[in-house]
Structures are given as structure tokens and as C-alpha cells.
């Protein structure tokens, strides 16, 4: 009887359980997908997007994507590499509406010098913040392949085989450009030193 074809031209029972147990499969492998990689996906759209609400709409975006390729998980080698993809292409396109930072000179050095009266005062808010912020300052500021890499690498924590994965790119290109962009940071960071340190 197992073997019995359904009278309506559809498929043989065997192959009906072997797709009822497929799907449970990849069903699974969703959910252990989510399990450990959901703060993965948040922060990658967070580093991206740097709001709150939208970091979880993107990666609530991002998990509609993987359940609507969910039969591709199974195939899949690193489900850590292939869910940062999706996560960064989806904080991407969100982000693509937001006008591009200048590296210029000027603006960057406006927007330090406006830096302290951003923060509450000096009591509240330690030299370490104070240096996050510039650099979260300077990073905004570097061309977009740079900055992508260097997010990536600094605040993901990814390897740079899994960068280049993740941007569709070659190992040595990612590798070139967190050399870049570290070079960039640090003479930017050379300047301001010389720049504000008192006479």
C-alpha cells in the first residue's frame, strides 16, 4: 500500500514521506539556524543601520528570507557565513537611502570639535566612550568597501574568508581593504592628536 500511487496523478506515498521528512529536516535546520545565529544577524544590521528598531525589522527581514529559502540551508557548508549575507544585504538595501558621509577634512574635523557638546558632561561620559565615538566617527567617514570590511571585521568579528563571502568578494581584496582602511583611521587619528594636543 505504501507504494501505492494517490488515484489523482499525484506522487508515490514513499516520495511523499520522503518530502514530509525533508521538510521537517530543513525545518530543523531553520531553527538551529535561529537559535545561534539570530544576535549575529542583529548586530551585523545593527552595525549597518545603528537604530534600534530597524536593526530588528531587518532581522526579522533577514529570517523571512532564510524561511523562504529554507531547502538551500540544508546544502549549505557554513549557515553562520550564509545568514550574515542575508543579514548584511538586507541592512544594505534598508541603508541605501541614507546620504553617503564625506571624507573630507573639514566635515570630519567640524564633527569632532562638536563631539563634546554632544556629550552630558565629562563626569558621565569616560575618555573611552569619548574615543569610540570618534572612531564610530571616522569609520562612517571611510569610502563604503572599505567601511563594510572593516564593520565586519572590527564589530562582527568575522575572519576575513567569511568577509569576502559575505561582500561577494575575494579573500585578498578584503584583506587589502581592512589594511586601507586601518591606514586611513590611523592617520586621520595622527592628525587630530597633533591637531588638539596643547601647545
Not at 569632532?112 to 573611552?128: D, F, H, N, R, Y
Amino acid at each position: 500500500m505504501a507504494e501505492a500511487v494517490i488515484s489523482n496523478g499525484a506522487i508515490p506515498l514513499a516520495d511523499a514521506d520522503t518530502s514530509a521528512t525533508n521538510a521537517r529536516t530543513n525545518d530543523h535546520a531553520l531553527e538551529v539556524a535561529v537559535r545561534e545565529h539570530a544576535r549575529l544577524v542583529y548586530r551585523i544590521a545593527y552595525s549597518v543601520l545603528r537604530n534600534h528598531h530597524d536593526a530588528e525589522d531587518a532581522t526579522q527581514e533577514a529570517f523571512v528570507r532564510v524561511l523562504r529559502y529554507r531547502r538551500k540551508l540544508e546544502g549549505v557548508q557554513d549557515p553562520k557565513t550564509w545568514l550574515a549575507r542575508i543579514a548584511w544585504r538586507v541592512a544594505i538595501e534598508r541603508n541605501k537611502r541614507r546620504p553617503e558621509i564625506s571624507l573630507s577634512e573639514t566635515e570630519v574635523s567640524h564633527a569632532i570639535g562638536e563631539l563634546p557638546s554632544q556629550l552630558a558632561s565629562a563626569e558621565e561620559k569616560t575618555l573611552g566612550r569619548e574615543m569610540a565615538l570618534l572612531l564610530e566617527l571616522l569609520m562612517a567617514a571611510l569610502p563604503e568597501p572599505l567601511r563594510n570590511a572593516l564593520t565586519l571585521s572590527t564589530v562582527e568579528e568575522l575572519a576575513p574568508h567569511e568577509i569576502a563571502e559575505v561582500l561577494g568578494t575575494s579573500e585578498s581584496s578584503v584583506r587589502s581593504r581592512l589594511f586601507r582602511a586601518r591606514q586611513i583611521l590611523k592617520e586621520k587619528l595622527a592628525k587630530l592628536e597633533g591637531k588638539y594636543e596643547s601647545p
